[in-house]
């Protein structure tokens, strides 16, 4: 039913922002290319003689790449936050070096017994020295001074101790990396020094000035007084002008809401029952779901055994005495840790989506259920043979292909290549499972808004495996801007972008199929939620190549355009409200209501954890210092755990509730799923407040008053006050893990209780369906 509505001008601005932040994004990628920091082909000191050789400085991202240090330290402030930043670290030992040679030199002294003005001066001379660009671009030749290639022997002299027998490194096992193994991407010589030629390389491009500018390729980052790196003054500026958009932005969006009524209608009645029967038929595709949500609640409970075993490192190097760290250390952890994350999420809605297709095309589709068993057993493999490959490879069991089957070595990309393209191709399958049902669906010339909302749902579903085609595009030889620029593409455009969009389109096409919410007003709704969440999403992650680009580009976009991602994320809590309002005004027998308290959770931590701890930690003034630290943690958890997992709970409590046996869902039973809400809310609350945001206040202190490489020692956590902070997580954690516990009993317990599958039965019940939401559409209209 065609009611002559359309929603051709909606249609109109959404593409348009997307072309319009999308070319920004690109265009701007292209600039980061083009004044990307040399890799030369050869480093030598002022005699000519070569120091460090192209090949040494790939070989050592390889390493780098293939023992998953990303998954331990940082490089560039990107990675984990137990190690070191290997540049601010190799910085500060570099610029040591250089002072001590001048020590030397000129005093035939140690540095340290020097007096403070013969002190002052040497520093002087290394800021100054540091500074000069002497890389000549037509030789593809960096020339070191004589004080510089002083630095760099004291950086190898330094990790070749740390990574040899190095068992005062936390969470590692002793003399991890083979020195003498040459595996893939690698060349002959040793690993440990051609490691510290990439460090070196990271150091030298943070400290020194791009060619006829006045700041390094870095932005001045990482803050360092002693190598002349402080904040750049536009970052204060646009720090600035980013609060007053923000200002200006809440209220133009609000007016734009107010004015044309962009919220979701409600269609119920506190005191009117609600049409809704979860116990009708399902189909056989349908009863294969659940077996995906037990395999999810493993991965669940896996992840946060994962993520408590990292916590303890941070105190202890052992666990409780026990050398885990030769069987799963740090990096190991991280990397399962944050891979688990997306495989237990992303498997969530894939199972959604599948329980979806008969639904929205009213029957089973033929075979079906063979393309569901196909690809819970591509995951299987996939999720299993990745973490194998993982942990393989960190350990050096894997070597000659480690990029392919082991760790690819960036972190949110841990996957080698090949099970990168296994996931891709799963979510292939997947887009084809739905397109069986949704592109029959989206062709009905009647009941156009519901048309129009199927089409917004699938269009979202595609975009999940196209937009993780960017990972592709990263080898282990890429250069790190490079690499880097598109790793951001999976961790924030792909799951801070194309996940969140997708989610707020399966809410309301959830709010209508379960006949909450009218079908007009929700598509209407959508249309402006996607707007405001990738208008600004997009071009907002410019907010992590502040320290990768030219400045005067990505200071101004990223700040201005991060400070507005808040605003739509905030919004969201109304329609917290609206959940938080189904579920104490609709009848006691209302089915779904263990979904609603997670939508409600939901709601509260897309404006708290993705919007206000991203707003702290997004402006430039702030970045500059906190990149890197434990305030970035506090954010990755609540915006991921408390927005992307709650509502993947949220979705896969109503799928079950759909699937298993009414006797399941006792007073007792929906007890438990109350108590598993509370129980992971209030834990996941006690790691950000309790732990995470206080330890990430005194670290950003730290680095305030004696620079960022000092904060980022493991020194740091060992101190009395923060050391008890971590182990105060322990409470948290242990709360958070018992509401998982009590979700995988249900869940196993629903495993259990399944409907049988009647797909004649089913495809009756839902063309039966189909008439009624037609005829109340139509009832809606004329009102």
Known sequence: MNTGYSYKRLTKVLVFTLVAAFSILIAGGFAIFKNEAPRPSQIVNQNGTELISKQSLLSGQAVYEKYGLADYGTYLGNGSYLGPDYTAQSLHIYLKGMDQYYAQSLYRKDFKKLNELQQGGIKAQVKKEIKVNRYDAKKQTLTLTAAQTAGLKTLQSYYRKEFINNPEQAGLPASMINQNKTDAFMYKGNKI??????????????????????FTYTNNWPYDQDAGNVMPAEAMVWTAISVAILVVGIGVIIYFQRRYQFDMESRYLPDSPVDINPDSPITTSQRKVPKYFVIVMLMFLLQILMGELMAHYYVENSFFGLPLQNIWPFNVAKAWHLQLVIFWVATTWLATGIYIVPRVLRREPRNQGKL???????????????????????????????????????????????????????????????MRGFIPAMKRKFDYDRTRLTTLLFCGAIAIPAFYLASLFILPNSHVTFADYWRWWIVHLWVEGIFESFAVILIGWLMVDMKLTTVRSTVRALYFQVI????????????????????????????????????????????????????????????????????????????VGAGALGFLINAPAINYFEHGTQWTSAHAHASMAGVYGMFSIAIMLYTLRNVTKKSLWTPKMEKAVSWAAWLTNIGLAGMVFITLLPVGQIQLMDALKNGYWHARLLSFYHQPDVAALLWARMAPDLIFTAGVVVLLVIVVKAFFNLKKDDNKGAQQALEKLAVQDEQEDAAELRD
């Open 193 to 214: 020094d051609q490691l510290t030629s990439f460090f070196f390389w990271g150091a030298w491009l943070s400290s020194t000035n791009r060619p006829d500018r006045s």
């Open 372 to 434: 569901v068993d196909l690809l819970f057993w591509g995951l299987i493999i996939c999720v299993g043979g990745s973490m194998l490959g993982e942990w393989g490879s960190t350990l050096g069991i894997i070597n000659k292909n480690w990029w392919l089957f082991g760790n690819s070595g960036w972190e949110y990309l841990e996957l080698g290549k090949f099970w990168q393209i296994v996931f891709i191709l799963a979510m292939i399958l997947w887009v084809v499972i739905l």
């Open 532 to 607: 405001l969440l990738l208008g600004s999403g997009v071009v907002g992650m410019g907010h992590h190549y502040f320290w990768e680009g030219d400045h005067s580009v990505w200071l101004a976009l990223g700040a201005c355009f991060s400070a507005l991602e808040i605003v739509p994320l905030c919004l969201l809590v109304w329609e917290a409200y609206t959940h938080y309002r189904v579920y104490k005004d609709t009848q006691k027998v209302f089915p779904y209501k263990g979904t609603f308290i997670f939508l409600m959770w939901t709601g509260i931590w897309n404006a």
